[in-house]
Every structure is written in structure tokens, then in C-alpha cells.
């Protein structure tokens, strides 16, 4: 594993006694098989983007941990030590222009009572392009109706958790019909997410994402669009959107820390375009440090 | 972790080179933190229960074992190494009169392109009291409709898949609830299996369990249940079933490798009975070698 760095956290959470990160090798394994984020995916992420050593929006990942963490009942990660880890983690790599750094944090061995966290960093894959050539995208069901996570809190929608293998599956079967990407829709036809990102449209001089009370992730990269946006005269809004909604939008974009805003070239075979000024120029605020 | 036995099978696919599994220390960490069963549940499991040394029901684990590999676009499991390995496992531990045998494989370490895969043997927890006693269960919403696995073959439903988060979230509210289990039902108010087992229920004297094709799990204890019944007399039938159909039944059951046939003593709230000596006679064949 060239050029990866391991910072293994031996206290994660609040209810353990304070002890300082640590590092490790990332070649060597580091989990039993009895960890509970191994044998029932229990466990939560984030995926941090470090532009130019920075990492972006540490704060907004660190709350969605805790909020993650609070929806499987998981004790309360220990959000200062989380973010040494990552500097740490940072600080520790050779430099690159950007560097993914991944926070996992799982229920740990069974019956320990002691959770397992570690932060892993590693250059990000060249995303530049599909940042700039666009993904062609198939909107896949989700299966679940909008109000899920009201109604079905044991769901865990709207948890970052480890159980992601239906989201891999996805993009899978995405593949295999020719797409690059997948965008759920819920049960109503209304669009939810992808599965590792966030689903923003431009509607003229307005940008629209949907609610994450449809049991969908509050995208951090989306956050941060949206706060460009506001910035630059261009008003923002949660709303709910049906797939009709998206093939009428002008720009549409899959948000995430790693491929920052991945404009949507195609959805479900028809080709589309997007606003090119618009697009690099938020694509150069999402590779600027601002928080 | 006393008593607990680990083999790794650095060979666990069709794909790969054959070589013998080994044995491994358990508390000795196996997993490095890129296994993409870490990361992303991505990877499958199957618990066999191996009474008085004999593993009950392996060929019908390891043929779901496959399916469960084919679902998430796995190579095949070698199922003569994974018999060996979980032969190695129950023989190099010291007699109990039940071992629980995980069989375990993932999609390896990321970019790796080989699997990962071990078997855990350990003591089944003594079971006696929720086998005789019984359990009070809640019924909760699965959020899909019935038509899911046909409609949506990503969503993964039918397969056995370490993002077991949910399973593990349901019974964690069933337990607030003041509940012991719970029982998932499809969106129009069908049965579907419970997190960790399968639903029979006994109607007069025929026994049902509801179809596999709602996106569920085939289970191999319930298998065991139908092919004893159908030995002494009894129909069975694989039929939809709804809430209502449970509350009418007579004895119903929760059935899983390590619980066997756990009868449900309340159901929503509403205590319920079962037959005892019916109860008494399948809980004995369980615990009987046959296959």
C-alpha cells in the first residue's frame, strides 16, 4: 500500500479514557475477524478531501459522524481527537494535491464494549476526469418510500455506515447497462441520492438539492456548493425533485469530497450539457481552502 | 477469546490457487483496514451449528454460500476448502455439545483482486431458555415491497451480506420496545424472516414459511424444520403469509442455525402458545445429526 497512511485511534469515543492516535502500518492488519465492523458492517465513515494538506470541511464530516454514530447507537465520537487523527494523518503523508482521508469508527470487537477507529489517508485518484468529461448516469430504485426514515428509523437511512454493499452493488449494475454512476429514486419516483454522493440541480439562477428527510445524507460537498453559490448571487433550495425534474434542470452534478462536483453528461441514455463557466467555477471554489 | 478456533483459507475461491487452509491465532488481528469487507460490508457470511462435532446442514449453507457469492458478483467459494476448513475448525476444538461455525468471505483488500475468507468456531451461547421459553417479538417494516429482488436485484435483498447493520438496528429497537426479536414485513403487510432467522408457522398440521422469491433469505434450519415435518406426517408449504396469518396460527417459530426453532411466546404484544410436544419433537431432530 505505497503512500497511505495509518493513524489507529485507541480512544474514539467520549466514554473512553483519553489516550493519544497513534500510527501504524497500513500493511499490516489491524482488525479481528470477531470486530463487529468486519462480521455485521456496523460500523460508520466519512471521507474527508485534504487540498493542498487542508482538509475540507473537517467540521461539517465531523458532525455527520456524530450524527451517524447517534443513529446506530454508538457512543459519541470524540470529535478533537478525530481531528488530530486527521491532521495527523495529513501532516504524516508526502504531499499531494489532494489527499482522501477516511474516518472509520466501528462497534468493535463483539462483546468488548470498546469501539474500534482509525483514520486512513491516500492520494485521491486522479478524478479530473470525470470532474471535467462528466458521468453518465442510470437512476436505479431505491426501494423505499420517502417517508422511510420517519417511519423506519431501524432502516438507518440517512447513516454513513460500513454497510455499503448494496451502494457497491449499484454502481455495479450501473456498469454493467453502460452508466458510470446511479441516482436512487425512492418508491414515489422522487430522486434521493447517489450512492456515494449528493444529487444537485441548477434550475436557471436557483440550485436545488432534495431534503434529507428522505433518508439521504446531508452531502458535505453539496453543503459547500451551496454556500458558494449564495456567495456568488445564486439562490439555493431543499427541495424534493422528481427524475422529470432532472432532465429539465440545466447543470446537474453529483456532489462528493472526492470527485467534488461531477457534472452529469448523461441520465438514463439522454445526453445533456451543462453551464461550463458555472462548472469551473465552482469546481476551482470546491479546490480552494475555505473552512 | 477462549475457546474460539480461526482457520484462514488463503485459497477461499474457484479463482484462486489451491492451497490448504491454516489455522490462525483469533485474537491476533487478520484484516487490514482496506478489506473491503471493512470498508464496505462488502462480503458474505453463513453461521452453521456443528452438534456434537458434526456440522448440520453444511451442503445447503455452502449452496447458499454460492448463491449469496453469484448475487454480489463474487467468484465462487471453493466449497470443497470451505468443508475442510470448517472440518478443521470443529475438529481442532475442544468437544461442546454445540460450536457455532462462521464461514466468512469478503472481497479482499481494495485493488487486491483476491477474496479474503476464514471460519470462526466458538461455543454456541446456551440457548436452552429462548428454545423452551420462548420470544417476544415485534413486527417491523422492511420498507420494500414484495417485488423487490426481481425488480431491484441490487438492493441485494436474498443474498447474505456482512452489511448487516440493520438486522442489527431492528434488533436493537425491538429491544426498547421491550421485545427479544423482531419479524420484517414487506410494505403491502407480508411477512418476510426476522434479522438473524426464517418465519414457520403451523397451521392445523400443515407448516409454512413464506417464499424466498419476496426477497428473503432460504433458510437452512427452516429447511430442516419442513424436512422433518414432511418425515412425520406433516404438510408443508412455502405460501405468503401476512400479520394477521401469524396471529391465527398455532405454534410459530423463529428458526436459525444457532437458535434452532425458538417459539414465539408474544407477537405485537399479544401473548401466544405453541405446541409443546410438536415444539419438544423438532427441537430434538434438530439436535440430531442427519445430513
Same mark, same amino acid.
Given at each position: 500500500m505505497?503512500?497511505?497512511?495509518?493513524?489507529?485511534?485507541?480512544?474514539?469515543?467520549?466514554?473512553?479514557?483519553?489516550? @493519544?492516535?497513534?500510527?501504524?502500518?497500513?500493511?499490516?492488519?489491524?482488525?479481528?475477524?470477531? /470486530?463487529?465492523?468486519?462480521?455485521?458492517?456496523?460500523?460508520?465513515?466519512?471521507?474527508?478531501? !485534504?487540498?493542498?494538506?487542508?482538509?475540507?470541511?473537517?467540521?461539517?464530516?465531523?458532525?455527520?459522524?456524530?450524527?451517524?454514530?447517534?443513529?446506530?447507537?454508538?457512543?459519541?465520537?470524540? #470529535?478533537?481527537? &478525530?481531528?488530530?487523527?486527521?491532521?495527523?494523518?495529513?501532516?504524516?503523508?508526502?504531499?499531494?494535491?489532494?489527499?482522501?482521508?477516511?474516518?472509520?469508527? %466501528?462497534?468493535?470487537?463483539?462483546?468488548?464494549?470498546?469501539?474500534?477507529?482509525?483514520?486512513?489517508?491516500?492520494?485521491?485518484?486522479?478524478?479530473?476526469?470525470?470532474?471535467?468529461?462528466?458521468?453518465?448516469?442510470?437512476?436505479?430504485? =431505491?426501494?423505499?418510500?420517502?417517508?422511510?426514515m420517519?417511519?423506519?428509523?431501524?432502516?438507518?437511512?440517512?447513516?454513513k455506515?460500513?454497510?455499503? #454493499?448494496?451502494?457497491? !452493488?449499484?454502481?455495479?449494475?450501473?456498469? %454493467?447497462?453502460?452508466?458510470?454512476? !446511479?441516482?436512487?429514486?425512492?418508491?414515489?419516483?422522487?430522486?434521493?441520492? #447517489?450512492?456515494?454522493?449528493?444529487?444537485?440541480?441548477?434550475?436557471?439562477?436557483?440550485?436545488?438539492?432534495?431534503?434529507?428527510?428522505?433518508?439521504?445524507?446531508e452531502?458535505?460537498?453539496?453543503?459547500?456548493?451551496?454556500? &458558494? #453559490?449564495?456567495?456568488?448571487?445564486?439562490?439555493?433550495?431543499v427541495?424534493?425533485? %422528481?427524475? /422529470? @425534474?432532472?432532465? =429539465?434542470?440545466?447543470?446537474? &452534478?453529483?456532489?462528493?469530497?472526492?470527485?467534488?462536483?461531477?457534472?452529469?453528461?448523461?441520465?438514463?441514455g439522454?445526453?445533456?450539457?451543462?453551464?461550463?463557466?458555472?462548472?469551473?467555477?465552482?469546481? !476551482?471554489?470546491?479546490?480552494?481552502?475555505?473552512e
Amino acid at each position: 500500500m505505497p503512500e497511505t497512511v495509518l493513524v489507529v485511534l485507541p480512544s474514539p469515543t467520549v466514554a473512553d479514557a483519553p489516550a @493519544d492516535p497513534v500510527r501504524a502500518d497500513p500493511a499490516v492488519p489491524l482488525l479481528r475477524v470477531d /470486530d463487529l465492523g468486519v462480521s455485521r458492517g456496523d460500523g460508520i465513515f466519512e471521507t474527508v478531501n !485534504a487540498v493542498g494538506g487542508h482538509p475540507q470541511a473537517l467540521g461539517a464530516h465531523l458532525a455527520r459522524f456524530a450524527r451517524s454514530a447517534a443513529m446506530l447507537d454508538l457512543p459519541t465520537p470524540a #470529535a478533537e481527537v &478525530w481531528r488530530r487523527a486527521v491532521h495527523e494523518a495529513v501532516a504524516a503523508h508526502p504531499p499531494v494535491p489532494e489527499l482522501l482521508v477516511k474516518l472509520v469508527m %466501528t462497534r468493535g470487537v463483539e462483546g468488548s464494549g470498546r469501539c474500534s477507529g482509525w483514520v486512513l489517508a491516500f492520494p485521491n485518484a486522479d478524478a479530473t476526469r470525470v470532474r471535467t468529461e462528466g458521468v453518465a448516469v442510470l437512476t436505479l430504485a =431505491r426501494g423505499y418510500p420517502a417517508d422511510v426514515m420517519t417511519t423506519a428509523p431501524w432502516l438507518l437511512q440517512g447513516a454513513k455506515t460500513l454497510s455499503y #454493499a448494496l451502494n457497491m !452493488a449499484a454502481l455495479r449494475h450501473a456498469r %454493467t447497462k453502460g452508466a458510470d454512476d !446511479a441516482i436512487f429514486v425512492s418508491s414515489e419516483g422522487e430522486v434521493l441520492e #447517489a450512492p456515494t454522493s449528493s444529487v444537485v440541480a441548477q434550475f436557471g439562477d436557483r440550485l436545488v438539492t432534495p431534503p434529507c428527510d428522505l433518508g439521504i445524507l446531508e452531502g458535505t460537498c453539496q453543503g459547500r456548493v451551496f454556500a &458558494w #453559490a449564495r456567495g456568488r448571487g445564486l439562490a439555493t433550495a431543499v427541495e424534493r425533485l %422528481t427524475v /422529470d @425534474d432532472l432532465h =429539465r434542470a440545466g447543470s446537474l &452534478w453529483l456532489c462528493s469530497s472526492g470527485r467534488l462536483a461531477t457534472p452529469v453528461r448523461e441520465l438514463d441514455g439522454v445526453p445533456r450539457t451543462w453551464d461550463a463557466a458555472l462548472h469551473t467555477e465552482v469546481l !476551482a471554489h470546491l479546490l480552494t481552502v475555505h473552512e
